[in-house]
């Protein structure tokens, strides 16, 4: 089994910067994409950064500029840099990951999500 452990969720004022980080565990045998969602009350989930292994990122239009996603080569762990932080990315952040097991199977997994609230 793979698990995905999302942190460093955390409040802070509108302006600030946050990093999050999500670590993946388990038998992974190669991670192909992970990517950043986040869901806010009474609102769908909805993604917010992506990376691939083959090097391509992309971003959701509310964020673009604001936040980078990175990863090593090993796309373990991953990490979502939020800058200029705004009262409307208050929200759940989850992280998604897919790849392969060591025994050849696909995995698409989802961390626990961690909380991200900027106050005005």
């Known amino acids: 089994q793979v698990h995905l452990v999302e942190s460093g969720g955390d409040s802070v004022q509108a302006g600030g910067s946050l990093s999050l980080s999500c670590r993946a565990s388990?038998?992974?045998?190669?991670?192909?994409?992970m990517d950043w969602y986040r869901q806010a009350p009474g609102k769908q989930r909805e993604l917010v950064a992506a990376a691939t292994s083959g090097g391509i990122t992309e971003y959701g239009n509310s964020v673009r500029g604001r936040f980078t996603i990175s990863r090593d080569s090993a796309m373990n762990p991953v990490y979502l840099h939020m800058n200029s932080l705004k009262p409307e990315d208050t929200a759940a952040y989850y992280c998604?990951?897919?790849?392969?097991?060591?025994?050849?199977?696909?995995?698409?997994?989802w961390g626990q999500g961690t909380q991200v609230t900027v106050s005005s």
């Open positions: 998604n990951a897919r790849g392969y097991t060591d025994d050849d199977s696909v995995f698409d997994v």
């Open positions: 388990g038998s992974i045998f190669s991670i192909v994409a």
